[in-house]
């Protein structure tokens, strides 16, 4: 091996030499070498150095501090003139806002003319059902409701079929009731009709379940003569649009037959021996309504009505939605039966008609519209601060079991799960059939009984698995919950149910239960909310499509003069044809049947305790819907401006767009850029149209919820 050595000299050749290692590599190593050293700075230059870099610093910060001043002038100078541009859109809007309202009043005069409308609409239902004479009572009157109860009471003898088709009468008059009293402003109704009404619901909703277990009894007279070849147990089912009733008799007492099934479905029973060996029948009675829950909260009014007044309207008004125990309702009735004659203000409910539910939230009748047109500006503040006032308090819950009815919605009705005593059975002597007749009527076993001696009951009687079948017309987004009736607590409850599991392809739940009762389904009430997004578009003259956009599904609901109608409903995550797409409704009616089949989209007063809402609210409009460029507008309730941001402006600013105007109303700002065929457009659209659209959207409160 060799090793080359190389220096560099002062010409910057270098020297090589070579020399021999043994089978050794020597490391190669370069290197320069200098003659002369560094020279050394003096002290003067240094000197020179320093000051040169000193004026050189104080030169850039005199830039500084003049690029900082000239740009602080520009800003004060910018601040002034947006200053003077903002006072003078200030002054150009207060010179025009009594004009921009006396406008809008004219315009919102479309409200009183949409209830004159609304009201001989009424009217001529009622007429209609006053000369048609098809032996129906009318709900409002007292006297006819009495005369149905009392008349129907006598009737002792009804089969199940003909009970079913009297129910359909039955609830037609409790849906009227409950509409009146939630159209009915407080106002146009005293408090001791109000009560009656709720009176008359109750005795209603007893009646008809009464009726229910008066016709089961006679089912299960004759259940020897229905019994199944095959079993030798009786099993019957019977159902109509309201109500769908499983019945089993158990007449073998079979130790052996634990498993019960209806007609070929899954829906049915798992029981214990000591069950399999009683005399008892199993009914499970499916209601597509529930009557169970209390009823909808409805507000009394304390004192008489008088006419209208501004400082009068915040004084009548009152949460429609505070709770109205049924013990104090009674009991307020029942001290209001001394003060006058029962049927001294027949008449008068005839005339009075229900009212809107906008005129319910806002408390003033609609004579008073019309008698005061000039305080239709504090009506119609008093309602849209009401429908989007939120309770300052949340409801007290008293345990853990307890359902929250803020919280949760029942849906798919009620499913009143019974274990009876076989009544004795109807048996053939010579041509007749005897049947011994029970006092005391239907009676429950007791499963499990109230007290036992022994120390394994748990063992005895266990719990109770059961199969129900989800009505089609519901929509589940999440699995169920089931919870049941505390009877003696008057409320929904969690506990004494297990084992809950649910098949979403054939729309079983089976759970375990530990006591027999009414049960039902819930679900989130705001299991929609808030909403991914919504867009109002209009479709034809007076005509408009509001698409509500959630989570799990997307909502179209046409509106159309005083009707709505469900266009479409695409579920995210299954198939799912509503029985409500194409059919017309009134807001009200429409609104409870959207919420009945689980598709809520619409907020109470303490929704904001379960969703997070916005405070600010940006509203985009645009003259073309196919235009991607949006105009952001601001209101603050008394002054609507279009904003110069963009929706991806990192920093909201309420600097105005060059070139447009403060305005009093968000109608008046985009006059300021619509055509006027769209104005024009506007200004002609019918008065129960603006109504409705008007409720819906105070209705889902879009702005509040998205």
């Known amino acids: 091996m060799h090793e080359r050595l190389v220096s560099w000299n002062k010409k910057g050749f270098h020297n090589c030499s070579l020399r021999r290692r043994d089978f050794k590599l020597q490391p190669f190593t370069c290197g320069f070498k200098s003659d002369s050293k560094k020279k050394k700075i003096s002290k003067a230059e240094r000197l020179r150095l320093l000051q040169e870099e000193e004026e050189r610093r104080l030169r850039e910060e005199e830039e500084a501090r003049l690029k900082f001043e000239k740009e602080q002038q520009e800003r004060l100078e910018i601040e002034r003139i947006e200053r003077e541009k903002w006072f003078q859109l200030e002054e150009k809007h207060l010179e025009r806002r009594n004009q921009e309202l006396e406008e809008l009043y004219l315009l919102e005069g479309c409200f009183s003319e949409a209830e004159k409308l609304k009201r001989d609409t009424r009217s001529l239902s009622q007429w209609k059902h006053y000369t048609e004479c098809d032996g129906s009572p009318d709900p409002s009157v007292t006297q006819e409701m009495n005369t149905f109860i009392s008349l129907w009471k006598e009737e002792a003898t009804e089969t199940f079929e003909a009970v079913m088709e009297k129910s359909k009468l039955v609830l037609s008059l409790i849906e009227k009731l409950k509409l009146i009293l939630l159209e009915a402003p407080p106002c146009d109704l005293e408090s001791k009709n109000i009560i009656q009404y709720q009176r008359s619901i109750l005795q209603l909703q007893e009646l008809l379940h009464l009726k229910f277990n008066v016709a089961t009894e006679i089912l299960l007279r004759q259940a020897s003569t229905l019994a199944d070849l095959d079993s030798g147990n009786m099993e019957k089912v019977i159902q109509d649009e309201n109500v769908t009733l499983y019945l089993w008799a158990n007449l073998k007492k079979n130790p052996k037959y634990k498993s019960i099934r209806f007609s070929d479905t899954q829906i049915g029973f798992e029981i214990p021996r000591i069950l399999a060996t009683s005399d008892i029948a199993l009914r499970l009675l499916h209601t597509r309504y529930d009557h169970v829950t209390p009823l909808c909260p409805v507000l009394i009014p304390a004192e008489e009505p008088v006419p209208p007044e501004p400082e009068v309207v915040p004084e009548v008004m009152g949460n429609p939605e505070e709770a109205v125990d049924q013990k ?166 969690s506990n004494g149910i297990a084992n809950v599991y649910y098949r979403p392809e054939e729309r079983i739940v089976t759970f375990n239960l530990e006591a027999f009762g009414p049960v039902t389904l819930i679900q989130d009430t705001h299991i929609n909310m808030p909403y991914q997004s919504w867009e109002l578009r209009p479709l034809d ?69 379960y969703v997070i809402t916005n405070n600010k609210v940006k509203e985009q409009l645009t003259e073309e819907p196919a235009t991607p460029d949006w105009v952001l507008l601001m209101f603050s309730g008394d002054r609507a401006q279009s904003l110069k941001i963009s929706e991806e402006s990192e920093v909201f600013s309420e600097s105005v767009k060059e070139e447009t105007q403060f305005h009093s109303t968000l109608y008046h700002m985009v006059k300021e850029f619509a055509s006027e065929e769209a104005m024009e457009r506007t200004r002609g659209a019918a008065c129960q149209f603006v109504d409705s659209v008007c409720y819906m959207l105070l209705s889902t409160r879009v702005l509040s919820y998205s």
Not at 446 to 455: K, L, S
Not at 458 to 473: A, G, R, Y
Not at 548 to 563: A, D, G, M, P, S
Not at 580 to 606: C, D, Q, R, S, Y
Request: hydrophobic residues 40%; proline residues 6%.
């Open 328 to 493: 104090d309702l009674v009991d307020q009735e029942e001290s209001k039966e001394g003060e006058g004659e029962p049927g001294s203000t027949q008449e008068e409910e005839v005339k009075e008609e229900p009212r809107s539910a906008e005129e319910l939230r806002v408390g003033t009748s609609v004579t008073g519209l019309i008698s005061f047109p000039s305080q239709y500006k504090t009506v119609v503040i008093c309602l849209e601060a009401f429908l989007i006032e939120n309770a300052t308090e949340k409801p007290y819950i008293l345990d853990d079991t307890e359902v929250d009815l803020w919280q949760f919605t029942t849906l798919g009705g009620v499913y009143h799960l019974d274990v009876l005593e076989l009544p004795p059975l109807c048996k053939p002597v010579k041509g007749w059939m005897i049947v011994e007749l029970l006092k005391e009527g239907l009676q429950k076993f007791a499963y499990p009984p109230e007290t036992t001696e022994d120390m394994e009951a748990e063992n005895v009687f266990p719990p109770i698995e059961v199969s129900l079948k989800i009505h089609d017309n519901v929509v589940f987004f999440e699995d169920p919950m089931v919870v049941r009736w505390d009877d003696e607590g008057k409320r929904w409850r």
């Open 541 to 609: 003259v007076n005509r408009v499509l509001l698409t509500v956009t959630t989570v799990f599904t997307e909502l179209q609901i046409q509106i159309k003069e005083n009707l709505c109608m469900l266009a479409s409903i695409k579920l995210k995550t299954q198939e799912h044809i509503s029985a409500l797409e194409g059919k017309w409704m009134a807001p009200i009616p429409f609104i409870i049947a959207l919420k009945k089949a689980g598709l809520n989209v619409f907020p109470t007063g303490h929704s904001h305790f």
